[in-house]
């Protein structure tokens, strides 16, 4: 936890005084330090006070090592007794956790300028004008620039000091306010219990002194004292040290233990996490997988590796299946180029039966062929509505793939034929097309120059289209768009309209609803009548895990 913890003290001569501070340094490589003698020491401390906590790793602070190095102090000229935690060349103590690379470094003063004064800061205010009821408890303050401080005020009792009692303070400061207010019960309970360990040996000393020789009889029988007296060292000592009110000589030891332990452990306590929402329903990347002809996802992880010299598994006969079949036949590259082999017309006609979950049945020589055309039509597509059986010697129904490949001359059954739920695709070699004067001619250049395409559907494509198919093909049109742009768009409509099938799907489930009710639903998403085949087939991709979140979160709040 990137803060520092100090303990504060207000004397009756220098006021508002910091006394010890700790802090959590997260260091690469060793830095020095000087003492006040100017000597140099390795030490992993650095000047660097983080405005983002960071935490540690879960080692318990027992296997942290503890050893002593020299921290800068200041001058006597500047503290008195009772300010004071280190003599004038006395060692601080640091805490190094090697395993998390964190050391915990214990002086009377922050090193580093900056630091030094958001510390003296609240522990000004901290003793001064930010007071809490009762004078002893936990307060929070601070702001942007100085940083936040959640201070905690408390007395110790002091048979020498005016009033008996003299003030301190505990304080945490750090720039995060939010990690700050989070850790507020962690931190008031652990300073508390050392306070209360304080005043506890604190109360000791008192009594004991007290029936030595009664302090506050003895005031009311002596007579007034001069402001010089007191400051000579009449009946009142300022400059009584907090080892002193104690009676423990290694106070300050056990400070740096608690203090570093508090800096470990809260840092351990919260930790940033990536917080996950619900599943995505897209998450799925199918550029490899395929449904087999039992309707199983089959996952292809053989990487295609070209022949070549440096691959000599490739020149001893271990071929690709393609390579083994003699498929060399010409693919599509892009959306726009299938556009450019098909026709617009016929472009049109694909697209929308894809888009409404019609069955997209092709037929051609070669698998390249085939596989290439499904890899295209994917992007108009979630990626949950894609199952996609790439080859297959004989037909396989709907409800197992909805893009099926088969080789040409692949007869279809009767009962499909007939139906509105398919649209058939050939593309036909130019030694095929000879045989059929009949077929459609692709006039464009490149590796389709010569086929033919034809198209066969008993569904009639309705003149009001849905509403993204025809943003598909505005984005088509445009010329200046390049294919990797074309595949960004696409996605972001995807994104748009799978959103709405998510409400639509939550709204259908969150109990009885009118048709009216359905149609306000629609036109408040901007869906329009012809959309509606769309809706009902996207909500298909929806994994049962999302459906799932779905419904426990309309259970959650009904």
Same mark, same amino acid.
């Given at each position: ?114 630091? =030094? ?35 905690? #005020? ?17 304080? +945490? ?67 009584? @040290? ?9 106070? =300050?030891?056990?400070?740096? #233990? ?73 693919? =599509? ?93 050939? +593309? ?44 598909? +093909? ?23 309209? #799978? ?10 489930? @969150? ?48």
């Amino acid at each position: 936890m990137n803060a520092v913890i100090a303990l504060c003290h207000f004397c009756e001569i220098h006021g508002p005084r910091v006394l010890f501070c700790t802090q959590a340094h997260h260091a690469a490589e060793p830095q020095h330090v000087l003492d006040s003698k100017g000597e140099e020491y390795p030490s992993t401390f650095g000047h660097h006070f983080h405005k983002r906590p960071r935490s540690s790793t879960n080692e318990s602070l027992s296997s942290v090592s503890s050893d002593l190095t020299t921290c800068s102090s200041a001058s006597s000229t500047e503290h008195c007794e009772a300010c004071r935690s280190f003599q004038p060349g006395q060692p601080g103590f640091i805490s190094n956790d090697h395993e998390a690379k964190i050391s915990y470094i214990s002086s009377q003063n922050p090193e580093h300028p900056e630091l =030094f004064t958001i510390i003296r800061q609240a522990c000004i205010r901290s003793l001064s004008c930010e007071n809490c009821q009762g004078r002893e408890g936990p307060i929070f303050f601070g702001e942007d620039y100085y940083g936040y401080t959640l201070s905690y #005020m408390f007395i110790i009792k002091d048979t020498q000091a005016r009033g008996l009692q003299r003030g301190y303070s505990i304080i +945490v400061v750090m720039m995060d306010k939010i990690y700050l207010l989070n850790s507020w019960p962690f931190l008031v309970k652990h300073m508390k219990s050392l306070i209360d360990e304080l005043k506890s040996k604190s109360n000791k000393v008192y009594e004991q002194e007290q029936t030595q020789r009664n302090q506050r009889a003895e005031r009311l029988h002596r007579e007034f004292l001069s402001p010089g007296d007191f400051y000579r060292g009449g009946v009142n000592k300022p400059f009584r @040290a907090l080892v002193v009110l104690t009676g423990d000589a290694n106070l =300050f030891k056990y400070l740096h #233990m608690r203090f570093s332990w508090i800096l470990k452990a809260g840092g351990n306590r919260i930790t940033e996490k990536v917080l996950e929402g619900p599943p995505l329903e897209e998450a799925v990347d199918l550029d490899d997988e395929e449904v087999t002809e039992e309707g199983f996802i089959k996952v292809s992880t053989k990487p295609a590796v070209p022949s070549s010299p440096e691959n000599p598994s490739q020149s001893e006969g271990h071929q690709s299946e393609d390579e083994l079949e003699g498929d060399e036949g010409p693919v =599509f590259s892009s959306l726009q180029h299938l556009r450019a082999v098909l026709g617009s017309l016929n472009f049109h006609d694909v697209a929308y039966n894809v888009l409404i979950g019609n069955q997209l049945i092709a037929r051609a020589d070669c698998k390249s062929t085939l596989k290439s055309l499904f890899k295209v039509l994917k992007v108009i597509l979630p990626a949950g509505c894609c199952r996609i059986i790439s080859h297959s010697p004989t037909y396989q129904a709907s409800w197992k793939c909805n893009f099926l490949g088969l080789s040409t001359g692949t007869e279809l059954p009767e009962h499909l034929i007939t139906s509105e739920v398919y649209l058939l695709l050939d +593309v036909i070699s130019p030694v095929n097309l000879k045989q059929d004067s009949n077929r459609v001619v692709s006039r464009t250049a490149g590796p389709f120059k010569g086929h033919g395409i034809s198209i066969t559907s008993s569904s009639v494509v309705p003149d009001k289209v849905p509403t993204i198919l025809s943003r598909i +093909v505005t984005t088509l049109n445009n010329s200046d768009l390049t294919p990797e742009i074309v595949v960004t768009v696409l996605t972001t409509l995807k994104e748009e309209w #799978m959103n709405k099938v998510k409400l639509l799907f939550k709204f259908t489930r @969150a109990g009885s609803h009118t048709d009216e009710d359905t149609e306000k639903l629609l036109k408040i998403l901007q869906a329009k009548v012809e959309d509606k085949p769309l809706l009902r087939f996207w909500i298909t991709a929806l994994s049962s895990q999302y459906r799932s979140h779905l419904l426990t979160s309309i259970m959650g709040t009904t």
